[in-house]
């Protein structure tokens, strides 16, 4: 996101590029950010856990908590799955559960570029604090959180009920390419936007 901070002036949106957020949220976030969005009010597309699961393995979510439509927190619960009939996460060896209907933070934001400044900030001290640590991952979510907790900015929460799709798994793919033919298929999208 900082490196494209010389070139956005405006307010913009950020995703995952090997996702598939669905029609309906980019309309939801376009409307948004060319009407709601100011230096201090930010966005969140989220999405209802049970349509972000994959059948395949075990997922991780940024799980959050919202007040009046507000975003409170995320907070990235690990290894999410059905465990005896139970959708639950991991804490260390204990399944603690989850409602299905939990909304899931899946990186769709929008942001005013006002939020450049604390990133950069924020990035600096990582680099620092994490120097020889190759692994070691900068989230969004950290410095969303870092925002909301210093009253510096709030963040609507926009719920969408599109089906998320991803990769995880490599046994995932069939089931994506399905989905995206029936979407073809649906008029969706336009059939030359995609090579068959």
């Known amino acids: 996101m900082l490196v494209a901070a010389t070139a956005v002036n405006e307010p913009f949106a950020v995703i995952n590029a090997d996702d598939y957020y669905g ?13 709601d969005c100011t230096p ?11 349509n972000t699961l ?16 507000y975003l409170e927190s995320v907070t990235e619960r690990l290894k999410i799955a059905r465990r005896e009939g139970e959708l639950s996460y991991l804490e260390g060896d204990t399944a603690c559960p989850l409602s299905e209907d ?5 990186n769709f ?10 990133t950069r900030q924020m990035f600096e001290a990582f680099v620092h604090e994490t120097k020889g640590q190759p692994k070691a991952e900068f989230l969004i979510p950290e410095v969303v959180d870092e925002l909301i907790q210093a ?13 998320w799709y991803g990769v995880t798994y490599q046994e995932d793919k069939p089931m994506v ?9 649906q008029g969706v999208y336009p059939r030359e936007l995609w090579a068959e």
């Open 23 to 35: 029609y309906d949220a980019f309309q939801t976030i376009y409307r948004f950010l060319t009407q």
């Open 109 to 118: 934001w929008g942001f005013h570029p006002a939020i450049f400044e604390t």
């Open 40 to 50: 201090t009010h930010h966005t969140m597309v989220g999405y209802i856990l049970k």
């Open 102 to 106: 939990s909304v899931v933070s899946m």
């Open 54 to 69: 994959s059948d395949h393995g075990t997922v991780n979510r940024g799980v959050t908590v919202t007040a009046d439509g």
């Open 151 to 163: 009253g510096k900015a709030q963040f609507s929460v926009l719920t969408s009920n599109d089906r």
């Open 177 to 185: 390419v399905e989905a995206f033919h029936a979407l073809l298929e």
